[in-house]
């Protein structure tokens, strides 16, 4: 009895890609909990949680409910949840014999974490909404550009990433906004690499959840420079964090 990860396909080999995806993911394969994914497209996203009853993680602008994936079922328990930080809570309190995600009562610390890496890193998202449009099925090509150029007021998908001087000055602000929080990994260095030093946790698994993302939405296409020049940025140390978790991607 396996416990099923909703996500949604890509033409990304492995169908893997979006980074709330991943959080999930290395939460479950980090416990070492037997999951398998099932793949929903992510036009059919809204559907299949309201025909599960998942709760919604979230409004949309005119008030109606969002529901959104990562969304698990747990055989164990009959439980359904969506949204992959209250996914990591949940496992981390139903399989407490397995490793912990927020050690030693870190939820609320982790929380302000993932609050401060995502405020840093807000350029990014002009770089990859269009490639990321690019790699959806078919099926969901409507749906998501609707969504991704609503974000952008209604700019068209084409037109949203930087050119010329403004990717290169908002390239070197995605930069110095993983520089920013390099300062937060940096304070326990010398007990290791990783946000709490020596032992991984929901941190580590929210920055490592975006450089797969990046990784592979770039690596070996003609935006290859980019991954390459993000694992390069701050001493190599993205490279290496997501070396230290790569035993932890395999997607089921
Ligand atoms: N806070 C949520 C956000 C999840 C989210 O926004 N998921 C997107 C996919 S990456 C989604 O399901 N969107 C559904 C839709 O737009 O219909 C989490 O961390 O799980």
């Given at each position: 009895?396996?416990?099923?990860?909703?996500d949604s396909p890509t033409t990304v080999p492995g169908k893997a890609l979006s980074p709330n995806m991943w959080k999930a993911r290395f939460?479950?394969?980090?416990?070492?909990?037997?999951?398998?994914?099932?793949?929903?497209?992510?036009?059919?996203?809204?559907?299949?949680?309201?025909?599960?009853?998942?709760?919604?993680?979230?409004?949309?602008?005119?008030?109606?409910?969002?529901?959104?994936?990562?969304?698990?079922?747990?055989?164990?328990?009959?439980?359904?949840?969506?949204?992959?930080?209250?996914?990591?809570?949940?496992?981390?309190?139903?399989?407490?014999?397995?490793?912990?995600?927020?050690?030693n009562n870190t939820i609320g610390l982790q929380a302000a974490f993932e609050g401060i890496f995502m405020a840093s890193i807000g350029p990014?998202?002009?770089?990859?909404?269009?490639?990321?449009?690019?790699?959806?099925?078919?099926?969901?090509?409507?749906?998501?550009?609707?969504?991704?150029?609503?974000?952008?007021?209604?700019?068209?998908?084409?037109?949203?990433?930087?050119?010329?001087?403004?990717?290169?000055?908002?390239?070197?602000?995605?930069?110095?906004?993983?520089?920013?929080?390099?300062?937060?990994?940096?304070?326990?260095?010398?007990?290791?690499?990783?946000?709490?030093?020596?032992?991984?946790?929901?941190?580590?698994?929210?920055?490592?959840?975006?450089?797969?993302?990046?990784?592979?939405?770039?690596?070996?296409?003609?935006?290859?420079?980019?991954?390459?020049?993000?694992?390069?940025?701050?001493?190599?140390?993205?490279?290496?964090?997501?070396?230290?978790?790569?035993?932890?991607?395999?997607?089921?």
């Amino acid at each position: 009895m396996s416990i099923i990860l909703y996500d949604s396909p890509t033409t990304v080999p492995g169908k893997a890609l979006s980074p709330n995806m991943w959080k999930a993911r290395f939460c479950l394969n980090y416990k070492g909990l037997a999951h398998k994914t099932e793949w929903v497209d992510y036009c059919d996203i809204q559907e299949h949680s309201k025909k599960l009853n998942i709760k919604p993680t979230g409004k949309n602008p005119d008030g109606t409910d969002f529901h959104s994936f990562p969304a698990i079922y747990d055989p164990k328990t009959g439980v359904y949840l969506a949204d992959s930080f209250q996914i990591a809570v949940y496992l981390d309190k139903t399989y407490p014999d397995t490793p912990a995600i927020f050690p030693n009562n870190t939820i609320g610390l982790q929380a302000a974490f993932e609050g401060i890496f995502m405020a840093s890193i807000g350029p990014f998202l002009g770089f990859t909404l269009y490639d990321t449009w690019a790699v959806q099925l078919p099926v969901s090509h409507d749906y998501v550009r609707k969504k991704f150029e609503g974000i952008f007021g209604g700019m068209p998908l084409e037109e949203i990433a930087p050119k010329g001087d403004r990717a290169i000055e908002e390239w070197k602000k995605l930069e110095e906004g993983f520089g920013k929080v390099e300062g937060l990994f940096k304070a326990t260095d010398e007990v290791g690499p990783l946000v709490l030093g020596d032992r991984v946790s929901w941190g580590d698994i929210v920055v490592a959840s975006f450089l797969i993302y990046f990784k592979r939405l770039w690596e070996g296409t003609e935006k290859d420079e980019q991954w390459r020049n993000i694992s390069t940025w701050q001493g190599g140390r993205w490279a290496a964090l997501l070396d230290k978790l790569d035993a932890y991607t395999a997607i089921h």
